[in-house]
Structures are given as structure tokens and as C-alpha cells.
């Protein structure tokens, strides 16, 4: 794959979001905002687990596996997500890469009480507010794709409308950067999303670098209960899986087979 694959998804999702902004006004969103039902709280949610928890995910493709088409049926894979002991779900909204559509936020809150997180490539504030009116619960923020100007503003939006941010990095100078902005939920993402490639040893690197009270989501390239329970790190609060629960017979006992394996530490 030439280039970078972050860059270029950026630059799609400029194009993207100008789009979005003349389907629909700031002042609809606002409006949709205050009919809303309250966020449910998603840091809270992880927290009430005993060991880790599984979020689990939700997209019908991946860059760079043209091979790997699943057939999802919504209800069925919520379910299984919430009956297996999964505290949250995940989205993948971006439509060109994963398959994902923002309305199926919605779609998912009908069928489940846990908290949905939306994963995509938040460039603008936007898509904060068009998240809220999505009936987002938690935002993540790419740390490598906003500067240093961009991700403090987004995390206050984003809390400022009482989602949670969840902010994403995958390198040390950017956990370091978030770190001293307070940010208190992070996911380590295995994957470098410049290339596409998955190093292992990148939750277990980082995650020993934040402090105790940070909560670390470990995300990419999971797949077995022993894998996760593998995870060395304390620091390790959850764990976010899609390809491997998606692709598994039974979704819900792979749940409850990683949150057996994780007690037992």
C-alpha cells in the first residue's frame, strides 16, 4: 500500500466533512442534541469489571484484507457482544475503509444498554457535535492526526458535551503528550496506522509508561483469550476486539472464555 494510510484517509475525510456540513447545519445538530436521552458513561462502564473488560467491535472490512467480507447481522452481533460480558461496543463509522455508517450508532443503542464508543478520523469539532446528535457516548481522537493546537480543543469539546474521549496513540512522544494533557481514558493501538503493520509490543511498551490512574484500552491484533491474559501490564484496563469476536462462531463464548482467562491472573 503506497504512502501512508493515515495521511491519506485524513485527506479524505477533509473532503468528507465539508460535505457533511452543508447536508447539516450546526444549528440542526444542536437542535437533535437537546431531544437526546444522557450519555451513558463509557469510563465508568469499563471500570466495573474485575479484571478487564472487552469492548467489542463492530466493522465489515479492513484495509488491506480485501479477503475478509463478514456478513454482519446488527442485532445478532450485539447480542452476543452483551451476553458474552462485553461493558461497551465499538463502531467503526468511516464508510470508505470499514463499512461503518454514523447512523448505525442509533441503530445499536436500540438493541443494547452498554455505552457505544465511535472510532473514525476526527479532524474537525464538527463531528464532536455531530457525534452527540449520533448518540455517541465516547469520541476516539487519533493522537498523530491532530496537532498540539487541535487535541487539547477536541478533548474539551468532546467532554464538554459529556462523551468521553478516548484518545488514541501508538508511539511514546504521543502518549507523552496526552499524558500531560490530561487525558485520563487512552487506547495503545498495536497497529501503526501509517503502515498498516501490527507490533505486539506496543501496548506492553507504553502501557508501563502511563500512570496508575490512567485508564489504557489495548487495542489490535488480539486473538485468543491467552493473548490478552497475556497482557502483562496492570495498567491494562480493557481490551478492544473486532476482527477475532467477528469472525468467531461464538462471539459471546470467546467473551466469556477472555474475561475467565483474565481473572484467573
Sequence with gaps: ?????????????????????????????????????????????????QRISVIGEVKKKVPGSSSWKPRIQLPKIIKAYEQGGAMAISLVTDEKHFGGKLAQIAEIKKLTSLPVLRKDFIIDTYQIY???????????????TLNKKELPRMIEVTAGLGMTPVVEVHTVPDLKRVLRLGADVILINNRDLNTLKINMQTVERLAKLAPRDIMIIAASGYKSAEEVAGISSDRVRAVLMGRALISHKQPESFIQEIITQAEKL
Design 130 to 144: 455531530e457525534s452527540r446528535a449520533a448518540q455517541v457516548d465516547a469520541l476516539l481522537l487519533i493522537a498523530e
Design 1 to 49: 500500500m503506497a504512502g501512508s494510510f493515515l495521511k491519506r484517509v485524513v485527506k479524505e475525510k477533509q473532503l468528507e466533512v465539508e460535505r457533511a456540513k452543508k447536508r447539516t447545519s450546526m444549528e440542526k445538530l444542536l437542535h437533535t442534541m437537546l431531544t437526546l436521552p444522557p450519555v451513558r458513561n463509557f469510563r465508568e462502564a469499563l471500570y466495573r469489571a
